[in-house]
Nanobody, 132 residues
Framework: EVQLVESGGGLVQAGGSVRLSCIASGFTFDDYNIGWFRQVPGKEREGVSCVSMSASSTDYGESVKGRFTISSDNAKNTVYLQMNDLKPEDTAVYYC?????????????????????????RGKGTLVTVSA
């Protein structure tokens, strides 16, 4: 059974930091690009970051560049999203999702307009709330 399980969300003050984790199982981790998406109520889910296991590369959406860092621990099939200097507009449900590396590159995953539902596997999300 394929699973992507996010954790680490919670309430944090503006300017603070949070680290999200995504534990993957049921598929060959190294063959996938793993992305973090987020959704604010009333808005489309947007790709914020992605790590390519095969290319050992990362990409970020413009709104989080310089503040968020994605990393992976392949031995643990886990992807992390370190979020620093958080702003109230970062408040959202954050979702982890995976796609086969040759179907959708990381650059497309963080591009505006890329559908979350283009990903092969998707987690259930974790809520991050940033207070002013």
């Amino acid at each position: 059974e394929v699973q992507l399980v996010e954790s680490g969300g919670g309430l944090v003050q503006a300017g603070g930091s949070v680290r999200l984790s995504c534990i993957a199982s049921g598929f060959t981790f190294d063959d996938y690009n793993i992305g973090w998406f987020r959704q604010v109520p009333g808005k489309e889910r947007e790709g914020v970051s992605c790590v390519s296991m095969s290319a050992s590369s990362t990409d970020y959406g413009e709104s989080v560049k310089g503040r968020f860092t994605i990393s992976s621990d392949n031995a643990k099939n886990t992807v992390y999203l370190q979020m620093n200097d958080l702003k109230p507009e970062d408040t959202a449900v954050y979702y982890c999702a995976a796609v086969k590396f040759d179907r959708l590159p990381c650059l497309s995953i963080v591009a505006i307009g890329t559908s979350y539902y283009s990903m092969d596997y998707r987690g259930k999300g974790t809520l991050v709330t940033v207070s002013a």
